[in-house]
């Protein structure tokens, strides 16, 4: 059995079919992390949605804030963005329990694999979460999600404030920023505050910010994550053990697996012929 990562599919359907038959995946066998992002921006939001479910447990995905986002928009009131290219899952006969599978995932998944403490969330981890302290954390949405007030909290999710972690925060402020920290964060500084405006390379970094896996941790678990396309897969000076795999698929880039068990890459180009702008 082999369990791979694979980063924001972002609705790139046609790639991540051939990324599984590139990689030989067996279903009956093997098994899928998928870091969030399933949908939005790319053409096969739909069918990516469909795919991943119709693999059960062979496949464990985290929410991603584009996964979050279409829960918001079907089931907290928002509104779609200009950009958004969700009106086929929000069209589709089989919405209902396609929602209900994506709004049933975690936000974090942990095991031990390839001999080491394994954790996945979207966008990263806090330096100063402790994987134990993350899962419990990650634990306080999934159990508001499954609620039956989580179209009130899908309803509120959006803002940038609190922009930092205190261990007092309560209610909307507190789930907030949890959400905040497992599926938007890129840069942050030496007190763990985000910068939500910085979305591109390493140079974009604002004065007194650096990438979260720049921060020393008192532990040495792995931490897999995607959202960060203009990393393409790379985390320079990284003072943690840190695996980035979105490398953009749906910008032009590719799309890649990581072997949690040998430390393989794998990754198909991107068949994009309009990237979303």
């Excluded at 969030?36 to 991603?64: F, H, K, M, Q, Y």
């Excluded at 829960?71 to 958004?84: C, E, F, H, Q």
């Excluded at 396609?98 to 031990?112: F, G, H, I, N, S």
């Excluded at 007190?191 to 650096?210: I, M, N, Q």
Aim: charged share 25%; hydrophobic share 40%.
């Amino acid at each position: 059995m082999t369990t791979y990562a694979i980063g924001d599919l972002q609705g790139c359907h046609a790639e991540f079919v051939e990324l599984l038959e590139a990689l030989n995946f067996d279903p009956r066998h093997d098994r899928l992390w998928l870091a969030g992002d399933l949908v939005n921006r790319g053409p096969g939001s739909l069918a990516c949605l469909r795919e991943v479910e119709a693999l059960g447990d062979a496949a464990l995905t985290v929410l991603g804030n584009h996964d979050l986002h279409l829960l918001a928009v079907a089931r907290g009131g928002a509104t779609l963005n200009r950009k958004d290219t969700l009106d086929a899952i929000l069209a589709a006969p089989d919405r209902e329990r396609l929602l209900d599978w994506l709004q049933a995932r975690p936000l974090v998944v942990r095991e031990t694999l390839g001999g080491e403490d394994t954790l996945m969330a979207h966008a990263g981890l806090l330096p100063r979460w402790s994987p134990d302290l993350a899962e419990g954390l990650a634990d306080e949405v999934e159990t508001l999600l499954a609620s039956e007030q989580a179209g009130g909290f899908l309803e509120r999710m959006y803002g940038n404030t609190p922009d930092r972690w205190r261990n007092d925060l309560e209610g909307i402020e507190r789930w907030r920023a949890i959400v905040n920290v497992f599926t938007r964060m890129r840069f942050i500084d030496a007190e763990g505050r985000l910068d939500f405006a910085a979305k591109e390379g390493l140079d974009s970094a604002p004065a007194g910010f650096a990438p979260w896996f720049r921060y020393p941790r008192g532990d040495a678990a792995r931490l897999v994550f995607g959202h960060w396309a203009a990393l393409q897969g790379a985390t320079p000076g990284s003072r943690v053990n840190a695996c980035a795999l979105d490398t953009g698929c749906v910008w032009g880039g590719s799309l890649t697996a990581l072997d949690l068990d040998r430390g393989e890459r794998t990754s198909v180009p991107s068949r994009v012929t309009h990237h979303p702008t």
